[in-house]
């Protein structure tokens, strides 16, 4: 079968057989979560958030050490007010797709923690430390929040369900930042987790920019009141439209 182009999108190509997986029920590719991530970077301050490609996050967690700087600088990590990354468990470094499992890393320079979000909760834990420590030496200064009677060990790793910064921040230009679990929507079925993925990161968007206008104070809450199961049920559609709507565009 001919696998034609049917969208480009920034560097993105989308072809048939990407439209074919959304049709599903299939497990998302890299590609597709590339192109709603390059559509989320679109409509957000792109000079505070950075979400990182799929293909670049595997590298970022899998390169050899003295590679891992030509691959972070051009990044910027450290100018970014929020990073986020895919996880994969694709241990294949040939490239092959023998990954069988998404979550979310996200990194907050105001509490300076690396949050996991995994909709099958401990799945993507290991692979998800490894990316931490693939990078938390490169994320820059931050302002990290701090009290009197409590503070995060560094790089200490707990469970938490509210990662807004409540305490007063001050600088901190060499504090390792933590690794937190965080409580996420669960998906039901053993292939959605892509779906959770971009859903997740949509919200944190969402959440970043509604932050400037005194709304919700962090992104737990706001992912707890708009990502649940439904999902399943409504977002392959919901980018079937999205594709054919930037097809029209063209």
């Known amino acids: 079968m001919n696998d034609k182009e049917v969208l480009i999108y920034e560097d993105i190509v989308l072809r048939v057989s990407d439209l074919d997986i ?100 401990g799945v993507n834990n290991s692979h998800a430390m490894k990316l931490y420590e693939a990078v938390k030496g490169f994320m820059g200064p931050t302002a990290k929040p701090y009290t009197a009677s409590s503070s995060t060990p560094k790089g200490r790793m707990k469970k938490k369900r509210d990662v807004g910064a409540t ?47 005194g709304k919700e104070s962090n992104w737990i809450s706001a992912i707890e009141g708009q990502v649940n199961a439904s999902l399943e049920m409504t977002m392959r559609d919901e980018l079937l439209k999205l594709i054919e709507d930037l097809r029209k565009e063209d």
């Open 167 to 213: 305490a007063k921040a001050v600088a901190v230009a060499d504090a390792e930042p933590a690794f937190i679990e965080c409580d996420t929507p669960q998906q039901t079925n053993g292939y959605d987790c892509g779906l959770y993925v971009i859903a997740i990161a949509k919200v944190i968007c969402q959440w970043h920019s509604s932050k400037k206008k």
């Open 22 to 121: 959304l049709e599903g029920p299939y497990y998302l590719n890299d590609q597709i979560i590339a192109f709603y991530f390059g559509y989320l970077s679109s409509s957000c301050d792109s000079n505070d958030i950075l979400l990182v490609p799929p293909s670049v996050s595997f590298w970022l967690a899998n390169c050899k050490e003295e590679a891992l700087k030509d691959i972070i600088e051009p990044l910027k990590l450290s100018s970014k007010k929020l990073v986020l990354f895919t996880v994969n468990d694709n241990d294949d470094l040939s490239g092959g797709d023998s990954g069988t499992h998404w979550s979310l890393l996200v990194y907050d320079r105001s509490s300076n923690t690396f949050s996991h979000h995994d909709s099958m909760e």
